[in-house]
């Protein structure tokens, strides 16, 4: 079975720090791992993803995120955050070797940046 | 929100009524997915389907179903066997189902129980 876990409900950051969203898995092969952002009743939008290669990937709106297998963490960055980046975000995983198109996600972020 | 319309915004609906979520797609994309969201719980997958005349469950698909008669169309219906529908309705699709492709997701709808 494949899970992720967010285990912060709300990160609060000033606006201009660098921000963090943290994201662990567990799959019993490899992983394809995705970061998605919601905006207020709205959709999910694609953020990035890792599915194989270089482990730092870097996505949309100057976020960034690190594969790291023996951590089993796949965690958001941003150098610089921005008001607008206040948002909930989601972790996402699916194991490559399991059958089908599951994409399991965690249970979201919430991200607030104050000016 | 990526070519994915989903209808209506918000939606009632009283005791032992079933009711449809619409979801149509321009994309061309062979998969597509139905989600629900509760606060705190993240989605969780009702069903999916990655060919047409085909679709599968998810991790709670009872309550709920489905069909996929033309490729732009995956319509939800919530039965009256899910006693629990008050949720925001999610619905995504992908390009073949296949791989690590990105979801592209709607706008959502609001179920709301009277």
């Known amino acids: 079975a494949q899970s992720v876990a967010q285990p912060e409900d709300q990160v609060n950051v000033a606006e201009g720090n660098p921000l963090t969203v943290k994201c662990t898995y567990s799959?019993?092969?490899?992983?394809?791992l995705f970061w998605y952002v919601q905006y207020p009743n709205r959709g999910l939008q694609f953020l990035l993803k890792?599915?194989?290669?270089?482990?730092l990937v870097k996505g949309s709106y100057g976020f960034e995120a690190e594969f790291n297998k023996s951590q089993t963490s796949f965690h958001l960055k941003k150098p610089s955050a921005l008001v607008s980046d206040s948002a909930l975000y989601f972790c996402a995983v699916r194991d490559i070797g399991a059958a089908g198109n599951k994409l399991t996600f965690g249970g979201g972020t919430r991200v607030l940046v104050k000016p | 929100d990526g070519g994915i319309t989903q209808s209506p915004k918000y939606l009632f609906r009283k005791e032992g009524q079933n009711v449809t979520l619409s979801c149509e797609q321009n994309?061309?994309?062979?998969?597509m997915y139905w989600y629900r969201q509760d606060p705190g719980q993240g989605l969780r997958l009702i069903y999916y389907s990655q060919i047409v005349n085909d679709f599968q469950k998810g991790d709670i698909a009872e309550g709920y179903s489905v069909s996929r008669e033309k490729k732009e169309s995956f319509p939800l219906t919530v039965t009256s066997a899910q006693k629990n529908p008050t949720a925001f309705y999610l619905c995504?699709?992908?390009?073949?189902?296949?791989?690590?492709?990105?979801?592209?997701f709607g706008s959502g709808t609001q179920l709301s129980v009277l």
């Open positions: 799959v019993s092969g490899n992983p394809y």
């Open positions: 890792y599915i194989t290669g270089d482990n």
């Open positions: 994309l061309n994309h062979d998969a």
């Open positions: 995504a699709s992908s390009i073949n189902g296949q791989g690590g492709e990105k979801l592209f």
